[in-house]
């Protein structure tokens, strides 16, 4: 009889340090044809706070209209040999809910956060940019 014993430990993850902040919405691309909803023609301006122990709150026309926890992901997908994804993606959470308040995929290019299920493939979907600040 072989007995093994052993441990593991992991390392606390964080997030990317460029995730964390305030962020701005700005413009939100959807439809077909695609029209553009934005804090002008809204009139919700809206802020996500993403901090560094995985909490998130979103405020609309300064109420908090959500909070949580969130959790990130990388991943691919490759629909056929000719085409592979490679995303990011974020999960928020709400305490108390077993399904979380929104699933999404994303990139961060400079100072915009941009939200698009088109990062892992799929068409005809929205596209939602904030900036940081």
Known sequence: MLLVIGSCT??????????????????????????????????????????????????????????????????????????TWIYDSIVFHNPGKTIPTNW???EIEADTLTFCCCFRGYAGCYKTEYIKH
Not at 53 to 66: A, H, L, Q, R
Request: no cysteine; net charge negative; hydrophobic share 25%.
């Open 10 to 83: 992991k390392e606390k993850q964080s997030p990317p340090p460029e995730l964390i902040g305030y962020w701005q919405w700005e413009i939100t691309h959807q439809g077909l044809p695609i029209y553009d909803l934005t804090p002008e023609n809204t009139g919700i301006e809206k802020i996500i706070l993403l901090t560094e122990d995985f909490g998130w709150k979103k405020f609309e026309n300064d109420s908090i209209v959500g909070s949580g926890t969130f959790s990130i992901g990388h991943g691919t997908y490759s629909p056929s040999v000719y085409k």
């Open 104 to 106: 999404d995929y994303y």
